[in-house]
Structures are given as C-alpha cells and as structure tokens.
C-alpha cells in the first residue's frame, strides 16, 4: 500500500512538472464508436512518417475491463458490483493513470502525445451517466494539473452510426440512449475542439484530422527553430 501511494505521489509530481510546460498534446475525443482509436493510432504514425516523433496514448477508464472481471464473479455488469457511482470514481482514477503515464512516457522520450481520449471524457462519463455535481467538481479538481492540449479534435458522428460501428466491431455494446445523451453532453463540455466530421470514410476523415492539426505542429516547429 505504502509503495502504491508512493508511485502515485511521484507521477502526480511529475504530471505538475509538465503543466506549466508546452508538452505537446493532441487529443481526440468523441462519443464510442466515433473512430478516435482508428484515428489516433493513424494520426500518430503519420506524423512519425512526416519525421515528427509522436506517441500513441490509449487512455481507457476501465469499464471493459471491469465488465469482464464482474461478469468472471457471476453479476451481470460493473454496476452490479461497484454502484454507478463506484464505477465512475474508479474509472475516474483509472484514466487519470493512464492519461498521466501516457503524458509522463511522451516527454521523457521527447514526442508528442497523441491521446486517444482526454480529460473531457471523463467529464462526459459522469453526466451521461448521472454522477452529479460533487463528483463532476472533484474530477475537475484532479484532472487539472494535465495540460491543454495543442489541439482537441472531437469526431463528430452521429449516434446511430457510431451505434452500428460498436455493433459490427462486436467486442462491446453500447445502448442508444447513452449515445445520444453522451454526445450532446460532448457539445457542451467542449468549448475549444476543432470538430471534424468523423461519418466519411477513414482515409477522409484523416485528411480532416491531419488538416486541423498541421498548422499548429508547424508553428511549434517554427517557434522551436526560432522563426517566430
Ligand atoms: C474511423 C472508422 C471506424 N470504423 C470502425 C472501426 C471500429 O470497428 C469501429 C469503431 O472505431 P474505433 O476507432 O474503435 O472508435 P472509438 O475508439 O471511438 O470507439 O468503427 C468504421 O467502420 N469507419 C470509420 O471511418
């Protein structure tokens, strides 16, 4: 226990070192089955095709897994074995490790993080599935010491396509419901994405992801090499 909480004390440490950094950080983010996974592995190695070191960060809460594990114990879901609110306070904690080890393995090794999924959807979790305001403020409170990405990228897809998406992909399943009410929750935590539209093809839809993030990739390099 004693060595858990050290660990966590030393990444806590090391995530306020980077706030007041300009740690390069592009996230996406969108409701499930909206193709952020599919473009953020693509975007990553795009930009290390283009020569520009940049790492893939997977940034998962948990509930898949936590599905699996409650379901090897004989209940039906995560829900039956922690409460709605026990699977948001650990998911909460969850991806604040993982969002934390992903920003802490791209600075040590010098690249840009690319996220697969950020801080706003952790926020989105909690209202679409009715966490409320105290526990909403208190992952405000912990997820601020992340920087701001360089750019937000919000995949917007309808939720009925993201719904066939999640079918077809057949390891998961979502409802509708929690779809709809994800993605407008997304439109309202959102102030400062750049929302492209995730309903074209992959290869489209990442022409639109690399157009919204080059510009400001190259100002950074322009800023690095002092013309600027
Ligand atoms: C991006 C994209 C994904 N897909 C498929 C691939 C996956 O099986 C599924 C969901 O994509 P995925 O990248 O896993 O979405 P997310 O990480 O947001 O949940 O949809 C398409 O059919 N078309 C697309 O344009």
Redesign the pocket.
Known sequence: MTALWITLWRVQGSVWCMAGTSAAVIALV?I????????AVRLAAALCAAGITARYGPNPGGRRFLGRVARRLGRPDAIALVGRRGLLLIEAVLRWLAIARSLVAARLTGRIAVM?RYTPCQLVSIRAHGGGDRLERLVRAAYAPFPRPAVIIF?DVPPGLAYD??E??GDDHEDIEYLNVSHAAYKDVLSDAVHVD?T???DT?AQAVWAAVWPGIEHGLAVDAGQS
Do not use: F
């Open positions: 969108g499930d089955g909206s193709g952020k996974t599919t473009q697969d995949l998406r999640i077809q992909r995730g074209g093809d992959p839809v």
